[in-house]
């Protein structure tokens, strides 16, 4: 059985939906209004990619050294654990933040994929005291955390975890029909075409607004959601919110920027393109 046939039963035991369902319930209550500086919304890029480097690097280097380095490379050994180990610590939390807003197979992969690498992780600083087993230790904890950084990559690169899910979208380049301004009520956000582009409309007096109607964070439908006294929309799926103005994310869990458009009416009709 190649990997892929094993993830693909792993994405459908949904044996494990209790347990993830409760945990992931547990983490968004306890994560409440840290969720968009976990999320990285304030950076404009997902915050736990970058969180996992850190210590990726330390418990690689400690292996190497511990292996080859010699007596001259002993010393460096344990400080790379520990430094590895506390830097874990803010990487798992923002990884299960964003975790928690996933659903079926992504959350079963998910919860695996954490699970291996808070194992890695204790595995880790198990070795610090662990005397002549601390070399095997720090390997079977290096080979866990690389198995859980597999698991990692299938959650991005094959399920679109995680990912600007605007990426792939057609955006009109040109001025393109998408609604009869008589059809536009007033503060009232409303979904129209244009060329094959979902877009969300939305008139405040003589202002029409027009974002992609796809929020980036997981494709939820922004029409279907509320927009506020700050000319900002709230994604209905995961609470992300957008400046109406020029799509920038305020609220997390998102990252990107909801792709915005200009919009004029013209001959009776609302048109947008591509900013």
């Not at 094959?158 to 009520?185: C, I, M, N």
């Not at 029409?223 to 799926?237: A, K, N, Q, R, S």
Request: overall charge negative.
């Amino acid at each position: 059985m190649g990997l892929r046939e094993l993830i693909s039963k792993l994405e459908d035991l949904d044996v494990l939906d209790g347990v993830a369902d409760r945990l992931a319930g547990a983490v968004n209550s306890a994560v409440g209004p840290a969720k968009s500086l976990l999320s990285g919304t304030w950076l404009e890029h997902p915050l736990h990619p970058l969180l996992t480097d850190l210590p990726i690097g330390c418990w690689s280097g400690a292996v190497i050294l511990d292996l080859f380095g010699g007596s001259a490379g002993a010393d460096a050994v344990d400080p790379l654990v520990g430094l590895g180990a506390l830097a874990a610590v803010p990487a798992v939390v923002s990884g299960l933040s964003d975790w928690a807003d996933s659903y079926g197979p992504e959350r079963r992969v998910g919860l695996v994929h954490a699970a291996a690498n808070v194992t890695g992780l204790g595995l880790f600083i198990a070795s610090l005291a662990a005397g002549r087993r601390a070399r095997r230790l720090r390997l079977l904890g290096l080979a866990t955390i690389t198995a859980g950084g597999y698991l990692g990559g299938h959650l991005s690169y094959a399920r679109g975890l995680g990912v600007d899910h605007q990426v792939f979208l057609e955006k009109p380049a040109e001025w393109t029909d998408a609604l009869e301004a008589d059809s536009l009520e007033e503060a009232t956000p409303t979904l129209a075409e244009a060329g094959g582009a979902r877009v969300m409309l939305y008139r405040r007096g003589t202002q029409i607004y027009a974002l992609s109607d796809v929020c980036p964070h997981a494709a939820g439908p922004l029409h279907e959601g509320t927009v506020d006294d700050d000319l900002c929309v709230t994604c209905p799926w995961h609470g992300s919110r957008f400046r109406l103005s020029d799509g920038r994310a305020v609220h997390g869990p998102a990252s990107a920027p909801a792709a915005v458009y200009q919009a004029r009416v013209e001959h009776g009709m609302v048109q947008v393109r591509a900013v």
